[in-house]
Every structure is written in structure tokens, then in C-alpha cells.
């Protein structure tokens, strides 16, 4: 019998960790819940992320059946994740730590840069996990960039010069930090959900030889490393292009703005989300 992965996030960025994880477990059931209600998390306490982040985790545990939680979030992963394990007896995945084990491995200076949202880098989160595992991160807010995914101005757009040019000067200025802080970064993660849709349009644009490590890939991918341990075979890599097909066995759920969700979430997940459900978590 097909197990069911939660896959939760405060709005529905994190809709590109599941299509991540649709190609590499794509036999699974899922469960994504975008608490677009509470959105943004940014913005609250430590405590508030932390209550909003199990109630949303217990939905998908309870009242779903899901057997194993992905935070694909940055923001609770970053401020909520023991709260999560605490509130539900299923094993839990963040994004964060994924992410900087993925860069550790594919550095070879030791220096990597991280682009995120303000609240991810104010959390430092990055910088910790990373240091944990010896390297150097240095990590810039690019407050701009989600507002431009949401608005579709991504490769295939004609507006895509506008959303290059602003990653251009991000970048620009995140590199003259790391000058003058005497690094040598030879790796950037994209410590944002929504970030994975920039993809192309940041690697035209980094130092030849840099890599670029996305957060939502690193997660599938240990995802399915975890979860193959106990299904053996299971984390054999699938599609590499998602169709109506292979989103058949997504339920997506919603505490609000439910046609903003099906309208903008086809493009992160990169298949129709269909009938999105709303739910009533409370204030």
C-alpha cells in the first residue's frame, strides 16, 4: 500500500519541494496544506511560527494519515521544527539542513552564499547548519524575488530581463561582501521555496564554476534516501516532466485564497493542482 507524505508550507512555494519529491517517490500519496491564512510567517514570533507550524503538522498527520512530514518551509524549518517533531510521532524533514549538506558536498573552498527571504536570513539558520558542517556561509535577503516568481516573471516570460537585472545586483553585491570578507564561495544555495523557478536565470548569471544548489531538490533527495531505508525501492527517481498523470495522487489544501492557490500553484508544482480544499485551522 502507497504511503502518504505531508507536505506542509505557510503559502505554496513549497509546492516545488513536492514536485521535487513527485519525481523521485512518485508512487506516493501526498498531502500539501499552505497555511495561506497566517501568511507570512516572517513576520510572527518564535512562538506564534512554532503553534501555526504544529497545528498545521498535525492536520496532515491526523486527520490526513500522513506517515512522513516535509517542512517545505524555510521560515518553520528554520524557527520550528523541534515544535513540529514534538507535535507529531511521524518522522520530519526540513528543508534547511538538506540544503546545507547538499552544499557541503559540492564545495571544494568551503565558502558558500546563500540567497533567502529576509526572515530565513534574519534566523541565521543557514549560516548554522552550514557552519556545523565546516563551512563559511555568508547570506543575503533578496526581498524582491518572490514578488517576481508570483508575478511570473521567470525565464519564459517577457519580463524576464527585469527579474535578471535584480538578481543580477543581488549577487553582485553578495559577492563584493564575500571580497571583503576574504571568502572564496564556489557554491550558492537558494534557501527559498520560490527560488527553484529562477533557477536558469541565476546560473546564466553566477561566476563560471559555481554551483547552484537548490533547497527543494536537496530535500526530495534525502527524502527519498530516508524513505527508501525503510521501502526499499521505493526513492527510484521518476519522471523527469510532471503531467496531469503523475499529479493524481496530490490532495492540496488551503486555509485561504483557494483560487489564488490553484491559479499560481500550477506553476510551481508544474502540473494542475486540482480542486484545492479549504480548511479552518483556527486564528
Known amino acids: 500500500m502507497a504511503p502518504t507524505i505531508g507536505v506542509f508550507d505557510s503559502g505554496f512555494g513549497g509546492l516545488t519541494v513536492l514536485r521535487a519529491l ?13 497555511d495561506t491564512a497566517r501568511l507570512p510567517y516572517g ?10 507550524a504544529a497545528e498545521s503538522a498535525q492536520f496532515l498527520v491526523n486527520q490526513q494519515g500522513a506517515e512522513y512530514l516535509v517542512i517545505a518551509c524555510n521560515t518553520a524549518s528554520a524557527l520550528a521544527l523541534d515544535a513540529i517533531q514534538e507535535a507529531v510521532p511521524v518522522p520530519v524533514l526540513g528543508v534547511i539542513q538538506p540544503g546545507a549538506q547538499a552544499a557541503r558536498a559540492a564545495s571544494r573552498t568551503g565558502d558558500v ?20 558542517l565546516g563551512l563559511r556561509a555568508l547570506e543575503k535577503a533578496c526581498p524582491l524575488l518572490v514578488p517576481l516568481v508570483e508575478e511570473g516573471w521567470t525565464e519564459d516570460s517577457p519580463r524576464h530581463s527585469v527579474t ?20 572564496q564561495p564556489d557554491t550558492l544555495v537558494l534557501g527559498c521555496t520560490h ?22 531538490e536537496a530535500t526530495a533527495a534525502q527524502a527519498a534516501r530516508l524513505f527508501d531505508q525503510e521501502n526499499p525501492g521505493a526513492g527510484a527517481p521518476g519522471p523527469s516532466h510532471l503531467g496531469t498523470r503523475e499529479c493524481a495522487n496530490v490532495h492540496c489544501f488551503a486555509t485561504d485564497s483557494v483560487e489564488k492557490f ?12 486540482g480542486k484545492v480544499e479549504l480548511v479552518d485551522l483556527g486564528g
Do not use: N
Request: with cysteine; hydrophobic share 45%.
Open 113 to 132: 552564499l546563500v540567497i533567502a527571504t529576509d526572515a530565513t536570513v534574519q534566523s541565521h539558520a543557514y549560516a548554522a547548519a552550514c557552519q556545523a
Open 164 to 183: 535578471e537585472q535584480v538578481i543580477g545586483i543581488y549577487l553582485d553585491e553578495l559577492l563584493m561582501d564575500a571580497a571583503a570578507a576574504y571568502l
Open 195 to 216: 527560488y527553484p523557478l529562477l533557477r536558469p536565470l541565476i546560473e546564466s548569471i553566477v561566476p563560471v564554476g559555481m554551483k547552484v544548489i537548490d533547497s527543494a
Open 262 to 273: 490553484e491559479r499560481l500553484g500550477s506553476r510551481f508544482l508544474g502540473c494542475p493542482t
Open 43 to 52: 513576520s510572527k514570533s518564535r512562538r506564534t511560527i512554532a503553534k501555526y
Open 22 to 34: 513527485l519525481t523521485r517517490i512518485p508512487q506516493a500519496h501526498y498531502a500539501f496544506l499552505g
